[in-house]
């Protein structure tokens, strides 16, 4: 089924088309460099711009500090890519996230993703102030207004409105479990045009929060792409758990892991058969990669899960 | 008070019973803070609304108070600040991200939410906080733009009355008023009788 959503922008990127001609979508999360230099980000996309749709560039996430997903995008930009610029509430207040979404929209950027962001106490500078002048729900509503009604929050008026698809994540996996769904339809009540959720490795609790959002409607209301990435071996899956927030890994794939003789080959089946099982759950428009540190290996496992098989691939 | 803050949220109900009831009241002084003076009342109000909530909610004064739409879990207390529902970081057992010890405030509020007569407001999308309103009383701006609508409604059944009886106004102006009724007048002290 293809969501019926109504944009005021005339033109669309490429993740846009994609997901109104109700062809399944990937993106994919691109890791930020360390650096100054432009090559680092064209070298990091070239592996994820085979297969995707749109390149996601991280805003700082777990708190640690690297090149800004504004840079990153518009470079992307650039060099052909369509970037979702990631914009959490961590770093800014709303006078400049406003601001950087009309420069983000200048420079060509059309997808921004709303995020409420991790805590700074997760990253490697702990001491920095938290901001959260908006949480990612009114984020949405306000990046919405600025489209839609050309206006700031505070009323003046934008001459020309930035054109953008309006995202939002979700983590269907961890708690409240009950209430995810609620919150999803928050978000889209809001104005998000399309949904990117956080790592899925618990099939079960994604069927389950997939089968009420069908009940309330939404996954015809926005389109929903399910996160998926490999896990490497156990001790990795380990740290993630504990180490990064809102990871839910079950115990009995950690055990999986654990017993495999090669954890890195059997963590890439298991993405693999993640994506096949996704893009079978009714309400699923795409998939979101996020393979951190092995996004070398994200055209092969989306070429291998076949997910592409009955498209063509508009840019190589 | 952390303890006093979990028993809120779960008698939210009564709690909002008891500022249904506080607000109406409220409500009804209108009049009477009027001619005092919205801003001396507020003068003596906000000690008081500081020091009931803060024990009840752990208020931080934020002047914007959304406890109807919260459970009466303060949204104040998430280290984030969130308005519209938990993070993604919410850790098993509905713990905080960041104050591993502490519940998270998002999954009391919707717990509180079910329990209250009107919980489905949790799901109405809020706007940011206007910082520059911290400190105030929220009670006293809730009630005060609540008496001000009553009145603004009053007032356009009147001229409405006026307009549709245009001949009367024109040779009896007095079956027909128009003028607003100056607040010691007769029809307004029995308004604030009732």
């Given at each position: 089924?293809?969501?019926?959503?109504?944009s005021?922008?005339?033109?669309?990127?490429?993740?846009?088309?994609?997901?109104?001609?109700?062809?399944?979508?990937?993106?994919?999360?691109?890791?930020?460099?360390?650096?100054?230099?432009?090559?680092?980000?064209?070298?990091?996309?070239?592996?994820?711009g085979?297969?995707?749709?749109?390149?996601?560039?991280?805003?700082?996430?777990?708190?640690?500090?690297h090149?800004?997903?504004?840079?990153?995008?518009?470079?992307?930009?650039?060099a052909?890519?369509?970037?979702?610029?990631?914009?959490s509430?961590?770093?800014r207040?709303?006078?400049?996230v406003?601001?950087?979404?009309?420069?983000?929209?200048?420079?060509?950027?059309?997808n921004?993703?709303?995020?409420?962001?991790?805590?700074?106490?997760?990253?490697?500078?702990?001491?920095?102030?938290?901001?959260?002048?908006?949480?990612?729900?009114?984020?949405v509503?306000?990046?919405?207004?600025?489209?839609?009604?050309?206006m700031?929050?505070?009323?003046?008026?934008?001459?020309?409105?930035?054109?953008?698809?309006?995202?939002?994540?979700e983590?269907?996996?961890?708690?409240?479990?009950e209430?995810?769904?609620?919150?999803?339809?928050?978000?889209?009540?809001?104005?998000?045009?399309?949904?990117?959720t956080?790592?899925?490795?618990?099939?079960?609790?994604?069927?389950?929060?997939?089968?009420?959002?069908?009940?309330?409607?939404?996954?015809?209301?926005?389109?929903?792409?399910?996160?998926?990435?490999?896990?490497?071996?156990?001790?990795?899956?380990?740290?993630?758990?504990?180490?990064?927030?809102?990871?839910?890994?079950?115990?009995a794939?950690?055990?999986?892991?654990d017993?495999?003789?090669?954890?890195?080959?059997?963590?890439q089946?298991?993405?693999?058969?993640a994506?096949?099982?996704?893009?079978?759950?009714?309400?699923?428009?795409?998939?979101?990669?996020?393979?951190?540190?092995?996004?070398?290996?994200?055209?092969?496992?989306?070429?291998?899960?076949?997910?592409?098989?009955?498209r063509r691939?508009l840019k190589? | 008070?952390?303890?006093?803050?979990l028993?809120?949220?779960?008698?939210?109900?009564s709690?909002?019973r008891?500022?249904?009831l506080?607000?109406?009241a409220?409500?009804?002084?209108?009049?009477?803070?009027?001619?005092?003076?919205?801003?001396?009342?507020?003068?003596?109000?906000?000690?008081?609304?500081?020091l009931?909530?803060?024990?009840?909610?752990?208020?931080?004064?934020?002047?914007?108070?959304?406890?109807?739409s919260?459970?009466?879990?303060?949204?104040?207390?998430?280290?984030?600040g969130?308005?519209?529902?938990?993070?993604?970081?919410?850790?098993?057992?509905?713990?905080?991200?960041?104050k591993p010890?502490?519940?998270?405030?998002?999954?009391?509020?919707w717990?509180?939410?079910?329990?209250?007569?009107?919980?489905?407001?949790?799901?109405?999308?809020?706007?940011?906080?206007?910082?520059?309103?911290?400190?105030?009383?929220?009670?006293?701006?809730?009630?005060?733009?609540k008496?001000e609508?009553?009145?603004?409604?009053?007032?356009?059944q009147?001229?409405?009355?006026?307009?549709?009886?245009?001949?009367a106004?024109?040779?009896?102006p007095?079956?027909?008023?128009l003028?607003?009724?100056?607040?010691?007048?007769?029809?307004?002290?029995?308004?604030?009788?009732?």
């Open positions: 089924m293809t969501p019926e959503i109504t005021s922008a005339p033109t669309r990127g490429r993740l846009e088309a994609v997901l109104r001609s109700g062809r399944f979508a990937i993106t994919a999360e691109l890791n930020p460099p360390d650096s100054a230099n432009p090559d680092d980000v064209f070298e990091a996309a070239r592996p994820l085979e297969v995707a749709d749109a390149i996601n560039a991280t805003d700082a996430s777990g708190a640690n500090c090149m800004s997903s504004l840079g990153i995008s518009a470079l992307l930009v650039r052909g890519y369509g970037p979702v610029l990631q914009i509430c961590r770093d207040n709303r006078i400049a406003q601001g950087d979404v009309l420069g983000a929209a200048a420079l060509g950027v059309r921004v993703l709303c995020l409420t962001g991790d805590d700074v106490s997760a990253g490697d500078q702990p001491g920095a102030k938290p901001v959260f002048d908006f949480d990612s729900v009114s984020l509503r306000t990046l919405r207004t600025m489209r839609d009604e050309g700031f929050l505070s009323g003046r008026k934008i001459s020309d409105p930035p054109k953008l698809f309006i995202g939002a994540a983590n269907p996996c961890v708690e409240p479990l209430w995810r769904p609620e919150r999803l339809k928050k978000k889209i009540e809001a104005g998000a045009d399309f949904i990117q956080n790592l899925i490795f618990d099939m079960d609790r994604f069927r389950t929060f997939m089968a009420r959002v069908r009940e309330m409607g939404l996954h015809e209301r926005a389109f929903i792409l399910a996160g998926i990435g490999p896990l490497t071996s156990a001790r990795v899956a380990r740290w993630m758990r504990s180490r990064v927030p809102g990871i839910h890994i079950p115990d794939l950690v055990e999986r892991l017993a495999a003789s090669d954890p890195a080959a059997l963590g089946r298991l993405c693999i058969e994506i096949q099982e996704v893009r079978e759950i009714e309400g699923v428009s795409g998939v979101h990669i996020m393979a951190y540190r092995r996004e070398h290996l994200v055209s092969e496992i989306i070429l291998q899960s076949g997910v592409l098989d009955r691939i190589g | 008070m952390y303890r006093l803050r028993f809120a949220s779960r008698h939210s109900r709690f909002e008891i500022y249904t506080l607000e109406g409220m409500v009804a002084m209108d009049p009477v803070f009027r001619r005092v003076g919205y801003r001396r009342v507020e003068a003596v109000l906000t000690p008081i609304e500081r009931v909530k803060s024990l009840l909610f752990d208020c931080r004064m934020c002047g914007q108070c959304v406890l109807s919260t459970g009466m879990s303060c949204p104040m207390n998430c280290p984030k969130l308005r519209n529902g938990p993070c993604g970081g919410v850790r098993p057992g509905g713990f905080c991200e960041v010890q502490m519940r998270c405030v998002w999954v009391e509020a717990s509180g939410a079910t329990r209250m007569r009107h919980g489905e407001q949790i799901s109405i999308v809020l706007p940011p906080v206007d910082h520059s309103l911290k400190g105030s009383s929220a009670w006293l701006r809730a009630a005060r733009e008496a609508v009553r009145r603004a409604a009053k007032e356009a009147r001229t409405t009355l006026a307009r549709a009886f245009d001949d106004r024109e040779h009896e007095s079956s027909a008023p003028a607003p009724e100056p607040e010691t007048s007769v029809e307004a002290s029995r308004e604030r009788r009732t």
